[in-house]
């Protein structure tokens, strides 16, 4: 066969294969069937925001992660600390009021001779250096107190 004749039959062929579906040239019919690619499997969601917790510190509405008293002597309540927020009394005689301590949530009394009372601890209450009273009323123990 000549040159010519030559390729004219293979564009011939060329443009009968781009004629033909997709299924037929992606393989013999005994190969398993080709798919499109997947997508990418969406990614993992982000980390939950965290939660905020508000209590009223010497009668001051405070919201946060983290709830700090003062230096001195405080008077907190709280209806619950969430998961993973702390409410912080810092040093002074503190007195600490909470209903709930979720399971990872903290309260620390800090430094001073303070007074914690819990409801329901599920996480973690510690008094502190000092001479510090803990009433927890159901849940784990308190940490750091008599």
């Given at each position: 066969?000549?040159?010519?004749?030559?390729?004219?039959?293979?564009?011939?062929?060329?443009?009968?294969?781009?004629?033909?579906?997709?299924?037929?040239?992606a393989?013999?019919?005994h190969?398993?069937?080709?798919?499109?690619?997947?997508?990418?499997?969406?990614?993992?969601p982000?980390?939950?925001?965290?939660?905020?917790?508000?209590?009223?510190?010497?009668?001051?509405?405070?919201?946060?992660?983290?709830?700090?008293?003062t230096?001195?002597?405080?008077?907190?309540?709280?209806?619950?600390?969430?998961?993973?927020?702390?409410?912080?009394?810092?040093g002074?005689?503190?007195?600490?009021?909470?209903?709930?301590?979720?399971?990872?949530?903290?309260?620390?009394?800090?430094?001073?001779?303070?007074?914690?009372?819990?409801?329901?601890?599920?996480?973690?209450?510690?008094?502190?250096?000092?001479?510090?009273?803990?009433?927890?009323?159901q849940?784990?123990?308190?940490?750091?107190?008599?």
């Amino acid at each position: 066969m000549n040159p010519v004749k030559r390729r004219t039959a293979r564009l011939a062929a060329l443009a009968a294969a781009l004629t033909l579906p997709a299924a037929v040239l992606a393989g013999p019919a005994h190969a398993a069937p080709r798919t499109a690619p997947q997508a990418a499997p969406p990614a993992a969601p982000a980390e939950k925001a965290k939660k905020l917790t508000t209590c009223s510190v010497n009668g001051i509405p405070v919201t946060g992660a983290v709830v700090h008293g003062t230096p001195g002597p405080d008077r907190i309540t709280c209806e619950s600390v969430d998961a993973f927020t702390v409410v912080d009394g810092l040093g002074g005689d503190d007195f600490i009021d909470v209903g709930i301590v979720g399971p990872y949530g903290r309260v620390n009394g800090g430094f001073g001779n303070d007074r914690i009372f819990v409801h329901l601890n599920l996480g973690v209450v510690d008094g502190g250096p000092g001479l510090d009273s803990c009433v927890i009323l159901q849940g784990n123990r308190a940490l750091d107190c008599p």
